[in-house]
Structures are given as C-alpha cells and as structure tokens.
T-cell receptor, first 117, second 114 residues
Framework: AQSVTQPDIHITVSEGASLELRCNYS??????LFWYVQSPGQGLQLLLK??????LVQGIKGFEAEFKRSQSSFNLRKPSVHWSDAAEYFC???????????????FGQGTILTVHP | DTAVSQTPKYLVTQMGNDKSIKCEQN?????MYWYKQDSKKFLKIMFS???????INETVPNRFSPKSPDKAHLNLHINSLELGDSAVYFC?????????????FGPGTRLTVL
C-alpha cells in the first residue's frame, strides 16, 4: 500500500525567504504525485502535479517541485515566500485501484506554513 | 460557477440523528469521491464512484451510505451519527476515462456531532 510522509509538521519562514517543504512517498510503481494547499476554512487547491516526464514541475503561485525517484521524494519549493502563502500544504500520491484508472489519493499529514513579516 | 460544490457548509447535530451531505460537480467528470479530514487534519478517502458505480469503499462503517443519482452528483448519508463522525468531509471529482488525473475538491462540510 502507498504512503506519504511529510516530516515537518510546522515550518516558519520570514516573508521573502525561500521555502522547501519535504515529502517522501512509498509506492511500488511509478507514482502520480501532487501538492495541494488548504487555507483556513477552505477546501484543497491543487498547486502542481507530477505524472511523468520532466522531474521538475512548475505549479501555480510560483511553486515548483522536484521528483527524485532515488530518494522517493517530491519536495515543494518557492524562491520567495509571500505572507499570503501561509496555509497548510499536503503532499499526496495517487494510485490506481485494482489495475484500473480509478485512483485514490493518499495524503501526508500536512505541513503548516507560518510566514512572519 | 463553482466547480465542485457541497451543501451544507456546516452541519451541527445530535448523536443518533441521520444526516445527508450533498455534492455536485459541473466539470463533466466521470468519477467522484468522498474524503474525511479528522481533527488532526488527516485526509482519508472513504468512497469513489465512477459513472454512478461504486469503485472504492475504504472500510467505512455501514452507517455511511453514498448515493450517486447521476455522474454529476454524489451524496453522503450518515445514519445514527456518533461523536467520532465529527470531521470535515470533502467531495472531489476527476476525469479518469483518459487515464489517471488530478482530483478537484469541494469546499468541505464541517460536521459537528454533539
């Protein structure tokens, strides 16, 4: 069964600083990987995804993530954080159910990002 | 136009009651999902329907019964509510006919059982 670990429960950065949120996954086949963001009281918004191809993927709001198969990682990065980036970030791995295309997402426990002015 | 909508946004009820949460998507997707987010923000899939057919049922108590009248709607009915059912329930949808794809989430329904 697949699993996702986000080692950092809470990260605090200053506005303008760079950011890296860690994500490690466990899955026997080629993974479908996602990063979602959840602002307080809101639903989940997709930031970016990796299905295949270029291992560095660009997303919305200036975020990027790099898939490293050898490290089973899919870390999220942003060169300069804005105060509006404060939210909770979830990494997820998608797996096909029963050899079909019907997939389910398995989420990590989330990383809360606090941004100091 | 909201892509995935849920009603109600908040639901407060007593133990033992029966309640329903509705979900609608206007993205034309063929697959819909229910996820539960517990008090520690842990998200876990409950059900998945593809074209009104149940595909995924993740060891959810029988008190939870999803119903999909058509592929744009997936409702969740919960019988005999318990304190532990308090959580945020998210509906999601995706298009899988062309292969695995990302899921789009609704705003969530916060259920509080007293």
């Amino acid at each position: 069964a697949q699993s996702v670990t986000q080692p950092d429960i809470h990260i605090t950065v200053s506005e303008g600083a760079s950011l890296e949120l860690r994500c490690n996954y466990s899955y026997g086949a080629t993974p479908y990987l996602f990063w979602y963001v959840q602002s307080p009281g809101q639903g989940l918004q997709l930031l970016l995804k990796y299905f295949s191809g270029d291992t560095l993927v660009q997303g919305i709001k200036g975020f990027e993530a790099e898939f490293k198969r050898s490290q089973s990682s899919f870390n999220l990065r942003k060169p300069s954080v804005h105060w509006s980036d404060a939210a909770e970030y979830f990494c997820a791995v998608g797996a096909r159910a029963g050899g079909t295309s019907y997939g389910k997402l398995t989420f990590g426990q989330g990383t809360i990002l606090t941004v100091h002015p | 136009d909201t892509a995935v909508s849920q009603t109600p946004k908040y639901l407060v009820t007593q133990m033992g009651n029966d309640k329903s949460i509705k979900c609608e998507q206007n993205l034309g997707h063929d697959t819909m999902y229910w996820y539960k987010q517990d008090s520690k923000k842990f998200l876990k899939i409950m059900f998945s329907y593809n074209n009104k057919e149940l595909i995924i049922n993740e060891t959810v108590p029988n008190r939870f019964s999803p119903k999909s009248p058509d592929k744009a709607h997936l409702n969740l009915h919960i019988n005999s509510l318990e304190l532990g059912d308090s959580a945020v329930y998210f509906c999601a949808s995706s298009q899988v006919s062309g292969g695995f794809s990302e899921q789009f989430f609704g705003p969530g329904t916060r259920l509080t059982v007293l």
